[in-house]
T-cell receptor
Framework: GESVGLHLPTLSVQEGDNSIINCAYS??????FIWYKQESGKGPQFIID?????DKRQGQRVTVLLNKTVKHLSLQIAATQPGDSAVYFC????????????FGQGTRLTINP | KAGVTQTPRYLIKTRGQQVTLSCSPI?????VSWYQQTPGQGLQFLFE???????NKGNFPGRFSGRQFSNSRSEMNVSTLELGDSALYLC?????????????FGPGTRLTVT
């Protein structure tokens, strides 16, 4: 069935280092992908999105890379800060013309001082 | 601009009861989607409403239903509650329906069924 999976359930990095969170998706028809950050007790917070006609998109300290050949998505966070500690989810929208996100299981990112 | 709001934030119910959760989208947003989040299943899509019509539905039993009002506010209802319905219920709004529009989430309603 449809699923979006993550390679690592947890990731620890030193403050100031760069982090990379990976995601594999299964539906070749998906045309839209989003990364969300979820802190404890809060709803997912939109970080960055990318459409299938792009392979890279940059935001403030974040970059999303999309490799459609191997159905792989990654989120790079530069110069990590303590506030970056959270669970990160990738999501794909496999249904054209509708809002129906399929989420990965999440990666817990811990920033060590 | 105010974000997505959900009420109540916490709810405790007993098995067999029913519950109604409310979601107010970001002003101007017309699409509202609902998701269930549990430790075991993660985030799962329940349904989407746009212009008071259900556009899509996930793989949940008929006990889960929803509706949307003319002001885009949405409610979801769960009848005959089961212990497994304990979860964080999240509402997300988007400017319009369609696969390439970002969804913004509310803080969720934590439902506990005892």
């Amino acid at each position: 069935g449809e699923s979006v999976g993550l390679h690592l359930p947890t990731l620890s990095v030193q403050e100031g280092d760069n982090s990379i969170i990976n995601c594999a998706y299964s539906n070749s028809a998906s045309d839209y992908f989003i990364w969300y950050k979820q802190e404890s007790g809060k709803g997912p917070q939109f970080i960055i999105d990318i459409r299938s006609n792009m392979d890279k998109r940059q935001g403030q300290r974040v970059t999303v890379l999309l490799n459609k050949t191997v159905k792989h998505l990654s989120l790079q966070i530069a110069a990590t800060q303590p506030g970056d500690s959270a669970v990160y989810f990738c999501a794909e929208n496999p249904l054209q013309g509708a809002q129906k996100l399929v989420f990965g299981q999440g990666t817990r990112l811990t920033i060590n001082p | 601009k105010a974000g997505v709001t959900q009420t109540p934030r916490y709810l405790i119910k007993t098995r067999g009861q029913q519950v109604t959760l409310s979601c107010s989208p970001i002003s101007g947003h017309r699409s509202v989607s609902w998701y269930q989040q549990t430790p075991g299943q993660g985030l799962q899509f329940l349904f989407e409403y746009f212009s008071e019509t259900q556009r899509n539905k996930g793989n949940f039993p008929g006990r889960f239903s929803g509706r949307q009002f003319s002001n885009s506010r949405s409610e979801m209802n769960v009848s005959t509650l089961e212990l497994g319905d304990s979860a964080l219920y999240l509402c997300a709004s988007s400017w319009t329906s369609g696969s390439s529009y970002e969804q913004y989430f509310g803080p969720g309603t934590r439902l506990t069924v005892t």
